[in-house]
């Protein structure tokens, strides 16, 4: 079973790129990585999926190199708004057995 | 647009009683699952179900039970309330898919056993 370890918290100004690193030594060929969000009072948002390499969509990038025993999530130009815990998921493709969130990174974006 | 909904966003118990929290899903989705979030531990799995009354136990199934006997309804059901039971619960659901996993999250229902 994969254990993800993220930053406990990160501060970042407002326009600046955030990067959030998730460490997953044991990852499996088979497990992909998955980012969520969560605001204060609300269930956690999926943002970005990926296996390896890269994948970009108009939110996030996700960087995974080839060992994949890491990953980062890449926030461009970050605003107040997104300031929120962002969690790291390793898990097998189409179980939820083996569903694991890491403690998440609270990340506090000022002004 | 996608709906996950939790029947109470804060609930007050008492020791030992019997506490029932509900999830409906308007997504038809076939996978549902129940997460407990307590400070410093992120979102720990309680049971999912991955069809009408199938159910498998979580990381800590330890106290509560599930029940599922419609697609859209997923309940949680803490047997004997305890004090240490007392955090946030997370429903969601996903589309049975191989390759997808997009969990979508309800609210939350803050229990507090006293």
């Known amino acids: 079973l994969a254990k993800t370890t993220q930053p406990i918290s990160m501060d970042s100004y407002e326009g600046q790129e955030v990067n959030i690193t998730c460490s997953h030594n044991?990852?499996?060929?088979?497990?992909?990585i998955t980012w969520y969000q969560q605001f204060p009072s609300q269930g956690p948002r999926f943002i970005i999926q990926?296996?390896?390499t890269k994948v970009t969509n108009e939110v996030a990038s996700l960087f995974i190199p080839a060992d994949r025993k890491s990953s980062t999530l890449s926030l461009p130009r970050v605003s107040l708004s997104d300031t929120a815990v962002y969690y790291c998921?390793?898990?097998?493709?189409?179980?939820?057995?083996?569903?694991?969130f890491g403690s998440g990174t609270q990340l506090t974006v000022l002004p | 647009d996608v709906k996950v909904t939790q029947s109470s966003r804060y609930l007050v118990k008492r020791t030992g009683e019997k506490v029932f929290l509900e999830c409906v899903q308007d997504m038809d989705h076939e996978n549902m699952f129940w997460y407990r979030q307590d400070p410093g531990l992120g979102l720990r799995l309680i049971y999912f179900?991955?069809?009408?009354?199938?159910?498998e136990k979580g990381d800590i199934p330890e106290g509560y039970s599930v029940s599922r006997e419609k697609k859209e309804r997923f309940s949680l059901i803490l047997e004997s309330a305890s004090t240490n039971q007392t955090s946030m619960y997370l429903c969601a659901s996903r589309e049975r898919t191989g390759e997808w996993d997009e969990q979508y999250f309800g609210p939350g229902t803050r229990l507090t056993v006293t």
């Open positions: 990926g296996y390896k």
């Open positions: 998921l390793v898990a097998v493709s189409g179980s939820a057995r083996q569903l694991t």
């Open positions: 179900s991955y069809d009408v009354k199938m159910k």
């Open positions: 044991n990852i499996a060929t088979n497990d992909y």
